[in-house]
């Protein structure tokens, strides 16, 4: 092998905008950005389901449960995307609320209107975040979209099952 040739196989493809090392720098911030979002919303599901009340109160008590063990299992799963791309998921309180980007849920003990109004926005950041990590993504790490791709379609059929306690949607 010439020097030449050598120096011509160490050469970056020409169509890559990005090193490997950016693109797997992107997908890590995509996931941790993920992994706050949804460790913050199954807290907040869980905190609707003790505090809903009204005559509704069982289902929207009970469909809240479903939607938590979903969500720990898609937090689960990105955790450990972060760690499969030898990233650190960080999944600590003072962490989560020191980089979220969103404020804490602002109801108590309120009525089941309230409460699905109000994890309808909830939902509808959630969702838009999970939107924007996937087009990151598909750029950078095709396996991670993958992954939020299947997320979202579960994240906006719950936003259905929210919507449809909220008179008129
Ligand atoms: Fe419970």
């Known amino acids: 092998m010439t020097l030449v040739d050598s120096h011509h196989e160490t050469n970056l493809d020409?169509?890559?905008?990005?090193?490997?090392?950016?693109?797997?720098?992107?997908?890590?911030?995509?996931l941790e950005d993920r992994l706050l979002g949804l460790l913050d919303l199954q807290l907040t599901l869980k905190?609707?389901?003790w505090n809903v009340?009204?005559?509704?109160?069982?289902?929207?008590?009970?469909m809240l449960d479903e939607q938590v063990a979903s969500v720990r299992e898609m937090t689960d799963?990105?955790?450990?995307?972060?760690a499969t791309l030898r990233g650190v998921p960080v999944g600590t309180?003072?962490?989560?609320?020191?980089?979220?980007?969103?404020?804490?849920?602002?109801?108590?003990?309120?009525?089941?209107?309230?409460?699905m109004e109000a994890l309808?926005?909830?939902?509808?950041?959630v969702i838009s975040d999970h939107r924007h990590a996937m087009k990151v993504t598909a750029e950078t790490?095709?396996?991670?979209?993958?992954?939020?791709i299947g997320q979202l379609a579960d994240l906006e059929l719950f936003?259905?099952?929210?919507?449809?306690h909220v008179d008129g949607q």
């Open 53 to 62: 009340v009204g005559p509704a109160f069982i289902a929207v008590h009970e």
């Open 120 to 125: 309808n926005r909830v939902y509808e950041g």
């Open 14 to 30: 020409p169509n890559t905008t990005e090193s490997p090392a950016a693109a797997n720098n992107a997908t890590l911030a995509a």
């Open 47 to 49: 905190h609707i389901h």
């Open 77 to 82: 799963a990105v955790a450990e995307r972060i």
């Open 141 to 148: 790490d095709p396996v991670t979209e993958d992954l939020f």
């Open 159 to 164: 936003q259905w099952f929210v919507r449809s």
């Open 93 to 115: 309180p003072e962490h989560l609320v020191s980089k979220r980007t969103w404020s804490d849920y602002a109801l108590g003990r309120a009525s089941v209107t309230d409460h």
